[in-house]
T-cell receptor, first 112, second 115 residues
Framework: DQQVKQNSPSLSVQEGRISILNCDYTNSMFDYFLWYKKYPAEGPTFLISISSIKDKNEDGRFTVFLNKSAKHLSLHIVPSQPGDSAVYFCAASPSGTYKYIFGTGTRLKVLA | EPEVTQTPSHQVTQMGQEVILRCVPISNHLYFYWYRQILGQKVEFLVSFYNNEISEKSEIFDDQFSVERPDGSNFTLKIRSTKLEDSAMYFC?????????????FGSGTRLTVV
């Protein structure tokens, strides 16, 4: 079951530069997409979400873009900070449910 | 900031034994969830719970699993007869509303090791 895929297991970015994390999905019945951040020994922390009827949502340094035709979403972090170093999970919610289907995560390392 | 509390942080159990994982959700939240993450794999949905009943469950959540909200504060996951493949990090989560666009609050997890 690979409905949500994060094809890059890791990403390194210089402090101050933009981090772009990508996510692809296969199920057109997802109605919400979310990004979570996870530090070691902690649970996932909600970052930002986007409805399937939108193509962009912005919250401070974090912006999520949704391209429904390509079934692709991305998270942009700008400027990246060393404290952003964590594993980032993309998650999608099928319409009519309250559950999330998670991707496998991308480990972001922001270099000082 | 309110948080979801899970105990214990790590539990080791013999194969075939029953185990109960405990969670205290955020006090004014109404929806409760269990997820798990097998080492190196993705976070997987197990079950959602609302109004004292299961609202949704995954294929993983078979007859060996059960959930309960025994009082006004705790939310538990029971595995009746643990198998080696149940070894994973188990995350409890809660949310005020069932709509998923605001995200849940997850606990820090319980690492279950079945030997």
């Amino acid at each position: 079951d690979q409905q949500v895929k994060q094809n890059s297991p890791s990403l390194s970015v210089q402090e101050g530069r933009i981090s772009i994390l990508n996510c692809d999905y296969t199920n057109s019945m997802f109605d919400y997409f979310l990004w979570y951040k996870k530090y070691p020994a902690e649970g996932p922390t909600f970052l930002i979400s986007i409805s399937s009827i939108k193509d962009k949502n912005e919250d401070g340094r974090f912006t999520v873009f949704l391209n429904k035709s390509a079934k692709h979403l991305s998270l942009h972090i700008v400027p990246s900070q060393p404290g952003d170093s964590a594993v980032y999970f993309c998650a999608a919610s099928p319409s009519g449910t309250y559950k999330y289907i998670f991707g496998t995560g991308t480990r972001l390392k922001v270099l000082a | 900031e309110p948080e979801v509390t899970q105990t214990p942080s790590h539990q080791v159990t013999q194969m075939g034994q029953e185990v109960i994982l405990r969670c205290v959700p955020i006090s004014n939240h109404l929806y409760f969830y269990w997820y798990r993450q097998i080492l190196g794999q993705k976070v997987e949905f197990l079950v959602s719970f609302y109004n004292n009943e299961i609202s949704e469950k995954s294929e993983i959540f078979d007859d060996q699993f059960s959930v309960e909200r025994p009082d006004g504060s705790n939310f538990t996951l029971k595995i009746r007869s643990t198998k080696l493949e149940d070894s994973a990090m188990y995350f409890c989560a809660s949310s005020m509303a069932g709509g998923t666009h605001h995200g849940y609050t997850f606990g820090s997890g319980t690492r279950l090791t079945v030997v």
